[in-house]
């Protein structure tokens, strides 16, 4: 059964670094997936961040791509995404999600909230 | 970017109503399109993707037509488990989009 767990501060202040893990189980990380961030600010409906691939390729949202880096630890089966100069408009929900070869967004994590805030 | 529009934004209806809603590209996607259901609280969960493919472990009341820059997303007689609100999503080009989403509730 693949899961996905997102970890990571709840509260991060203006100007700072939004930093977050996925820890994925039931799957090894270098499968042949696409692993990938969504976020949903509250109230509000779905963007698309970015996604990474297990050798390190990526494909970032342009209206982010200044301040966004994902990255993938073989090592502890879990990716991660770093959001720089985080503002009160990047607070919302952040999931984690998989896309595998032919099925996109297959699994997702529960989610996890970040407020931007000083 | 490709822009993803759905139609209605809500819906009111009852238990074993048919229930269809329609999303549409602002270009051409081929059948990269996905559906996905976010009941409240929780993640978005995968229903149809490739515009009619039902995703393992999802009702077969739920079904995806579609092609091009057109797609219908139809539950043929809606459970109580059902309300919740739908999104389009379009995995042709990046960035990904999402529709605004469409909230079905209880009449």
């Known amino acids: 059964q693949v899961q996905l767990q997102e970890s990571g501060p709840g509260l991060v202040k203006p100007s700072g670094t939004l930093s977050l893990t996925c820890a994925v189980s039931g799957v090894s990380i270098s499968s042949s997936n696409w692993w990938g961030w969504v976020r949903q600010p509250p109230g509000k409906g779905l963007e698309w961040i970015g996604e990474v691939y297990d050798g390190g390729s990526t494909n970032y949202n342009p209206s982010l791509k200044s301040r966004v880096t994902m990255s993938v630890d073989r090592s502890r089966n879990q990716f991660s995404l770093k959001l720089s100069s985080v503002t009160a408009a990047d607070t919302a929900v952040y999931y984690c999600?998989?896309?595998?070869?032919?099925?996109?967004?297959?699994?997702w994590g529960q989610g996890t909230l970040v407020a931007v805030s000083s | 970017d490709i822009q993803m529009t759905q139609s209605p934004s809500s819906l009111s209806a009852s238990v074993g109503d048919r229930v269809t809603v329609t999303c549409r590209s602002s270009q051409t996607i081929s059948s990269s399109l996905n559906w996905l259901q976010q009941r409240p609280g929780k993640a978005p969960k995968l229903l149809i993707y490739g515009a009619s493919s039902l995703q393992s472990g999802v009702p077969s009341r739920f079904s995806g037509s579609g092609s091009g820059t057109d797609f219908t997303l139809t539950i043929s007689s809606l459970q109580p488990e059902d309300f919740a609100t739908y999104y389009c999503q379009q995995s042709y080009s990046i960035p990904f989009t999402f529709g605004p989403g469409t909230k079905v509730d209880i009449k």
């Open positions: 999600a998989r896309t595998s070869q032919f099925i996109p967004f297959d699994y």
